[in-house]
């Protein structure tokens, strides 16, 4: 009878031993224990080397879809989320600097390093420093890439299109026509066209919207003084037009043709 308490104390101190190799386990070459903080707090148990997942899986295996590890979340409700984080103490200049990013992402192939997939937007964010309201004058990334990605709408910027833009810098310097005695174009910032209505009677139609601002027209001659009066007002009916008119040398009861220099400040 002694001796079979012998045996079942021996067995008892082994299953001991046993059970608290397992709590310790997920120290340097033992298993992860799930649940738990792998490897313990204590730094003589953290990983020191490497930790490798290799497999070759196929495309069509219906648990995985091809991908050798999963990470999911199945929680659902106000609180769902919280599928995979990672943490770490990164120095500037990745690796082109010879550090490692936290996160990489290195294809082999010719395919795709990533894909972010969403069912609504936006996908993600990219923040930098603690507050994600606070604006920080960084670039949020940066590419070696020079060609344009499929999908960016790079004809848009602060809510303006390309166009726009355009016109609000072309709203922000002087427009400006010069414009022949026979009424035609002959330099410009901004104006569309300009004809000869009758004898010193021009109209000079600009891109853009120019009724709030100002006309100031002289005449463009070699003479000295310059020959004849000339006055430029906005074309009533439009808000793009601007009438001059130039005279002979025997004042406003003498329309005469001359040659323009027309200046609109916006």
């Known amino acids: 009878m002694l001796k079979h308490w012998k045996y079942l104390l021996a067995s008892s101190m082994l299953l ?39 497999g070759s899986i196929a495309a069509s295996t219906e648990q995985t879809g091809g991908y050798v590890t999963r990470q999911s979340n199945t929680r659902t409700g106000a609180d769902a989320g919280g599928s995979a984080i990672y943490g770490c103490r990164a120095q500037a200049g990745g690796s082109a600097a010879g550090k490692e990013a936290c996160l990489r992402a290195n294809n082999l192939g010719g395919g795709l390093a990533f894909e972010l997939v969403s069912t609504t ?20 990334f940066t590419t070696n890439a020079t060609a344009v990605a499929a999908g960016l709408n790079a004809d848009r910027v602060d809510g303006l299109q390309a166009q726009q833009i355009e016109n609000r810098a072309a709203r922000q310097a002087n427009l400006f026509a010069r414009v022949g005695a026979d009424g035609t174009l002959v330099g410009d910032r901004g ?3 300009s004809t000869r209505a009758g004898a010193g009677d021009y109209r000079v139609v600009f891109e853009q919207d120019i009724s709030a601002c100002a006309y100031n027209a002289t005449v463009n001659s070699s003479q000295n003084p310059l020959p004849g009066p000339i006055g430029a007002q906005l074309q009533g009916d439009t808000n793009n037009t601007v009438r001059v008119r130039t005279y002979g040398d025997g004042g406003p009861d003498q329309p005469g043709d001359r040659p323009v220099h027309l200046t609109v400040t916006c």
């Open 121 to 140: 937007g936006p996908v993600g964010l990219f923040q930098v420093g603690p507050n994600p309201a606070q604006p920080v004058d960084v670039a949020p």
């Open 16 to 54: 001991a031993i046993f059970i608290v190799t397992g709590a310790l386990a997920a120290g340097e070459g033992d298993p992860l224990t799930g649940g738990e903080r792998n490897p313990e707090a204590n730094q003589s148990q953290q990983l020191g080397a490497e930790t490798e997942i290799i």
């Open 191 to 193: 104006a569309a066209s």
